[in-house]
């Protein structure tokens, strides 16, 4: 797909980053794609209500005051916290009041549909929530858009804000350099600096005609399937995430010529990072960005905001050094501790990582990709189905014959579920989204054990409104009380994509993965399954919808069916398949 254009807007604390080490001004990068936001003029651009959607919204109008959009421009959304701050709010009004009033919550209602309204997209729209890993993987669901005929152009705006119970959630991981400093593969690292930000880019076909800035010409999404906050010996996910945008693009390794590393300067990162970069591309020689050393990290927004800043460094020739003057390189970061910043008009390949073990990685070109014919209107087959709904638990074609089975909303078989019965591993903390969809997938899957060869093809994408909102506001609380001496086991537990991970985790998907969140269309989960399936890079997709409604964290008369379904697709038919797949996810 095209990039047509894009802008960036941000705000760094004033102590985020060394003024000497800030060379945005010899990047010139604003001239280009927009103009720079920075620190409390990024707050005095807002009024008092959410500034991650504020963010959002700004960096919106600010590309489509430049771009007219075309009737049908869809918009994918990213994010890790979405409006996090309004939640808050709501929580603590909650603590305050014994209840949340509409008004106070009405920022965070339906602001996915809200936001496609206020920038005039009349396409789908849709939201993303794939940890750091979000601006990056949501240039996959939008060239699914595009492919699929659904729009003829998408806005993809990625976004967070650095703030509330987030925010101490973060620090209390223990990865916030103390420094504030980002020295990526520097033997003295010892964590990154997180900051607002987000990032807008208008994509559309490659052969559409009209001004381009370069091409994407391969994406890829999966997960580590290994732990919830450690990445897999010697970088593997990433390795395989990155070796998968490549074989999207249709090139080989060797042609790659610069990389974007998602290089957040922990410990942990890098030094895997550097192992995964090392074993998909050997020793040679590429250009290298490292674009948290200037910028910090934009969380969600990271990925995208990065893409930009690597179309400029390759329209000027040259990048931001991925190393400070004083650098010290870690030799277990060889080789990517002594790459040049020079980059060459070629291909570039980006990384990007998230909590949970969330990876996306995307290939940027000056170039067209190759045609290629990608059947999109096969059959799917659903080979099982799993579920726990409040009023019945089990597996095979059962709630297909019994949609009343959806009518009830809470209660019933949910009142004091566990899903310990359906899991091999211990969990010490589950959130009661994780429960339901941990448990639905056994369900669909039985007693089915794959090799690590086998996992690699098969992947999940969910759905889900709501997220993990027992935990976040369990964690909220903690938060309020004890500040930074929260437990840092619950954050983890509080982002809306963790209940697909710990199922990566527990079921070994390791293939492409996505979760999208909040009220949206939800025929664009279903339309990811399907292209993983049609374009090969997928066996077996499981397709789920989960929510664990909690009264108390939303106003009065918010209500959603608590539960978690799971489908298990194939483009292959077996004999003992349910039948096909339909597209309509049940609730």
């Not at 190393?323 to 291909?347: G, I, L």
């Not at 638990?393 to 579920?417: R, V």
């Not at 025929?523 to 374009?535: G, P």
Request: glycine fraction near 10%; include cysteine.
């Amino acid at each position: 797909m095209k990039l047509v254009d894009g802008c960036i807007v941000m705000g760094n604390d004033s102590r985020a980053l060394h003024p000497v080490e800030d060379n945005l001004q010899e990047l010139d990068l604003f001239d280009r794609y927009g103009t720079p936001v920075c620190g409390g003029a990024l707050r005095e651009l807002m009024d008092e209500g959410d500034g991650a959607l504020q963010v959002a919204a700004l960096a919106g109008k600010d590309l489509i005051a430049r771009n007219a959009l075309p009737q049908g421009c869809g918009l994918v959304l990213a994010t890790n916290f979405g409006a996090a701050s309004t939640m808050s709010w709501c929580w603590q009004e909650k603590a305050d009041t014994g209840e949340i009033c509409q008004e106070t919550y009405e920022p965070a209602d339906n602001y996915v549909r809200k936001m496609a309204a206020q920038l005039g997209c009349t396409g789908p729209a849709c939201q993303i929530s794939m940890s750091c890993a979000s601006g990056l993987a949501a240039l996959q669901t939008a060239n699914d858009m595009l492919e699929s005929g659904k729009a003829n152009a998408v806005l993809v705006i990625a976004y967070d804000e650095f703030a509330g119970y987030p925010a101490t959630g973060l620090k209390i991981l223990r990865t916030i350099s103390p420094e504030g400093r980002v020295l990526p593969f520097d033997a003295r690292r010892h964590g990154t600096v997180f900051g607002d930000g987000a990032a807008a880019a208008l994509f559309t076909k490659d052969t559409q005609e009209g001004k381009g800035l370069g091409y994407i010409i391969g994406t890829a999404t999966n997960n580590n399937a290994f732990h919830i906050t450690a990445p897999r010996p010697e970088g593997e996910g990433s390795r395989q995430v990155m070796a998968a945008a490549i074989k999207s693009a249709g090139i080989m390794p060797s042609e790659i010529r610069h990389v974007t590393a998602h290089a957040t300067g922990t410990v942990a990162n890098d030094v895997t990072e550097a192992a995964a970069l090392r074993n998909l591309l050997g020793d040679r020689q590429v250009s290298l960005a490292a674009y948290k050393r200037v910028i910090g990290h934009k969380l969600g927004a990271a990925g995208l905001m990065e893409l930009l800043m690597t179309v400029n460094g390759i329209a000027r020739g040259n990048c931001a050094s991925p190393y400070s003057a004083d650098f010290q390189p870690d030799e277990k970061c060889s080789p990517y501790s002594s790459m040049p910043a020079t980059v060459p008009a070629s291909h570039a390949l980006l990384n990007a990582a998230g909590i949970g073990g969330n990876n996306a990685a995307a290939v940027y070109s000056t170039e067209k990709a190759a045609p290629r014919n990608t059947t999109k209107d096969a059959p799917i087959y659903i080979r099982s189905m799993g579920w726990v709904l409040p009023a019945n638990i089990g597996s095979g074609d059962g709630l297909l014959q019994h949609p009343e089975w959806l009518a009830q909303k809470s209660g019933g078989k949910l009142t004091g579920f566990s899903a310990k019965e359906y899991l091999s591993s211990v969990k010490g903390y589950l959130d009661p989204a994780s429960a339901y969809l941990l448990a639905a997938c056994r369900l669909a899957l039985g007693d089915k054990q794959f090799s690590e060869e086998e996992s690699q093809r098969i992947g999940l994408c969910a759905i889900t409104q709501y997220g993990c909102p027992v935990s976040a506001m369990q964690f909220h609380k903690m938060f309020i009380e004890k500040g930074e001496h929260a437990s840092p086991l619950l954050f983890p537990h509080t982002y809306a994509n963790t209940p697909t991970c710990l199922a990566a985790m527990e079921f070994g998907l390791a293939g492409p993965h996505t979760i999208f969140y909040g009220e949206q269309d939800r025929a664009m989960a279903e339309d990811f399954a399907r292209m993983r399936l049609y374009e090969n890079s997928a066996d077996v997709m499981l397709l789920a919808q989960f929510e664990a409604f909690c009264p108390d964290a939303f106003p009065i008369g918010k209500d959603v069916t608590s539960g978690a379904v799971v489908y298990v697709l194939s483009k292959t038919p077996n004999p003992d398949d349910i039948g096909p797949f339909n597209g309509t996810l049940p609730f």
